[in-house]
């Protein structure tokens, strides 16, 4: 509310410089404070004011922005013709600007405005959603590759740092421990006189510790790989989906992935060595194992046995090991882990029920699965091609 009176009382002055610029800013940040005060109406009207003044700006950025916001709320009112322009309008920009994250937040909406009147077109943007999650994680691999590398490529002296500060983070975390226990042990003590007040820091702790790894999470997201070119990536890029496509079929032996990408085994293991500085069996490791993770987690329908054999394993034992080791968790609570968090988006979406939601999942089951092998193979194709 605060946020929402001083954002009202600065654009009369902004209006009264004629700055155009600052206010379409000005109404972008009002209409973000409306929203977060479920004022719906109001920030229509004020996004509504924005985007053309954002354009004549050429602040085109934030004027994308505002483009999701409004199909957001135009598709919350069920206007969805109206929505999908904004989106459609919102995706085009991103895409050419190379921002995923923003033009992911588009595609999602045009799948969920389209997908009843013209599902053939929602199908293209859930495709392309697709894409772009595997891409953003794709990234995020890569940039945690390359910060790993950066640690353990370093001369003696700083290997030494390093191992100095591992003693001084063990002992502090020790003396966190053993703070903590003390206070454990006074908490014990004086519970009959201060329970409410320990569970509501213990809610606050938690919330912390939840709002630390999100923030973690987005940070991780948000690194960009700098240090490779348009070619390298452009070449990461192919080789990933010859991956995907090979091991599809059950393979993922270096030779058969190099013919496919009309190489010898020598040249892509120079290419990759070059580029990341990787084998080509590490890196056909890490792209079958981020295939996993994204099938374990995306697509809960899929059981242990069809993941491992989408990743080119043909025994379960072979892909749990695999897995285990890469990730140190096993695929099976990996797929319980993906279907808790799926369940408690669903009831955060629909806190009224979602049987109907459930009644499409029954449907999907009893499809014949000649007709889902069919469509997996179709898929396959237009990747081959």
Known sequence: MLRTHATKAIIPAVL???????????????????????????????????????QQSKNYVTWGKCLNQLGDIFANKGRNDKAASYYYEAAMFFMKEGDMYNELHAREGLYRVMKASSPSEAMLHLERVRLLKDSIYERESTAAFAKYNALYNNDKLQEENERIEQRNRTFQAALVVSFALLLVVLALVALHTHRRHILKEEEYERNISLLEKKCTRLQTIMEEDAHLSDEDKEFLSQLSGVIYVVTEKGKSDTHTIAQQMGMNVSTLRQRLSESISVTPKNYIMRMRMQKAKYLLYYCPDLNIAEVAYKCGYSHVPSFTRAYTN??????????????????????????????????????????PEEKIRNVENKKIRDVEN
């Open 16 to 54: 009264s410089q004629g700055d155009s610029a600052k206010i379409g800013v000005c109404l972008s940040l009002l209409a973000n404070a409306q929203l977060e005060l479920s004022l719906i109406h109001e920030a229509q009207r004020s996004l509504t004011e924005a985007i053309p003044l954002l």
């Open 326 to 367: 890469f990730y140190g968790t096993t695929p099976t609570e990996e797929k319980n882990e993906s279907l808790k968090e799926l369940k408690k988006e669903r009831e955060e979406a629909f806190p009224n029920g979602f049987s109907f939601l459930q009644t499409r999942e029954s449907a999907l089951q009893k499809e």
